[in-house]
Nanobody, 131 residues
């Protein structure tokens, strides 16, 4: 059973940085996708960044140039480095994972940011950015 546990959230002033981590256990598939989503109060959940088992990535427009998604070589930790934070980045951030039977598909990787079709989810970590 795949388990995802997020950490690293907190409060920061606008312009500051945070690094989120997601501890991954039970993900034994050779091919997979992992991502960060966020949900602001009163808004729908939205994709932030996705990475697949080949290391390829996609970012939402709001994250491009400011956020970096990465994973350690063992695949045990997914990270999201967030710089130049602003109030619109406030929300609960979720880690998500999904497995694949085939080599990661760039089309699917990109679409996952929009359809959030992930099988496994963490419980989230709160990020609050004050202006």
């Amino acid at each position: 059973q795949v388990q995802l546990v997020e950490s690293g959230g907190g409060s920061v002033q606008a312009g500051g940085s945070l690094r989120l981590s997601c501890s991954v256990s039970g993900l034994t598939a050779r091919y997979y996708y992992m991502a960060w989503f966020r949900q602001a109060k009163g808004k729908e959940r939205e994709g932030v960044a996705v990475i697949d088992s080949s290391g390829a990535t996609n970012y939402a427009d709001a994250a491009k140039g400011r956020f970096t998604i990465s994973q350690d070589s063992a695949g045990n930790t997914l990270s999201l480095q967030m710089n130049s934070l602003n109030a619109e980045d406030t929300g609960t951030y979720y880690c998500a994972a999904d497995t694949s039977r085939t080599w990661p598909d760039p089309v699917r990787r990109y679409s996952l940011l929009g359809n959030a079709d992930f099988e496994y989810w963490g419980l989230g970590t709160q990020v609050t950015v004050s202006s």
